[in-house]
């Protein structure tokens, strides 16, 4: 029993990516108000087999009303509430609990709308039995597709992971676009002269960025008073130093792996020892520049 508490527990805590893109939130609410008009228009439970008059023209309108809160939670709920979708916290236990809140706002405007447009149509259900009803629609889809959705997505990310960590062990990086790298802050007058070799990787730390370097055989830090984005616009020239993440420039010669959940990827680096999130664009060019070499 408590085997079966914390492998439930794991699975809630596990990584989940939320639909960022406008053709990701299109396509998922799409599906979802197309999957409850065929389940209510097959099955037609709760007294619609009854109904006899505009039956689909009724049952569309359960579709759309999915799909248009679907839409209003992923675009303008996140819009008025940005601190709720921490998107590198985003979870499967945050998934569902979204999930619930877009059932019961659905059940709320179903509710209204069965109220105003299908009073001469269907039986009248209270909003407690509206609750009930989409619920018991609703959320055997959301938790199927969330453990369908999680799974495949951790197997090709991990997939994806252990061919590019394979790859990663067969080749090194260098550049040669320079003898040299001279980060520079903005003041003008802090400088750090690098080979390309010694650079391990950057971390923005709001106006400032600090740098890992080797020296002498030992990983040195240093803070520098300049932007991630100024510091990326000068190691422009340097193919394979390249910026992976918002908070983040990482030179691929010093990557040891890379590991992959449901959500994204992340590089290893072993000394120092960090896990370095990356976009989600980047393993894919990524691939595409180890393929070349």
Known sequence: MVQHIHAIRSWLNKPF???????????????????????LAFFQPFGINGITSHKHTYLLGFGGITFAVMMFNFVLLRIF?????????????????????????????????????GEQIA?????????????????????????LIERELWIRHNEIAHDVSDRLK??????ESGDSITLVAESLKESLRLSPKQLVCINSEGNYSKVYYCENGKVEERLMRVPLKKVEKQLEEFDTIVRC????IVNLSHIQKISGNARAFKLHISNPELAI??????????????KVQ
């Open 123 to 147: 039986k009248y259900h209270d909003l407690p039995s509206f609750l009930a009803i989409t619920a018991g629609v609703g959320l055997i889809p959301v938790v199927f597709l969330t453990l």
């Open 17 to 39: 990516p939320f639909a960022e893109t406008p053709k990701s939130k299109l396509v998922t609410a799409s599906l979802f108000g197309l999957f409850i008009y065929l389940f």
């Open 81 to 117: 509430l940005p601190s709720l979708f921490d998107l590198d916290r985003w979870v499967v236990s945050k998934h569902i609990l979204f999930s619930l809140w877009n059932i019961i706002l659905i059940a709320l405007f179903n509710w209204l709308y069965n109220y105003k447009v």
């Open 245 to 248: 993440h918002r908070s983040y």
């Open 170 to 175: 067969k080749q090194q990086y260098f550049s």
């Open 277 to 290: 999130p990356v976009s989600r664009s980047f393993p894919k060019a990524m691939i595409e520049k180890i």
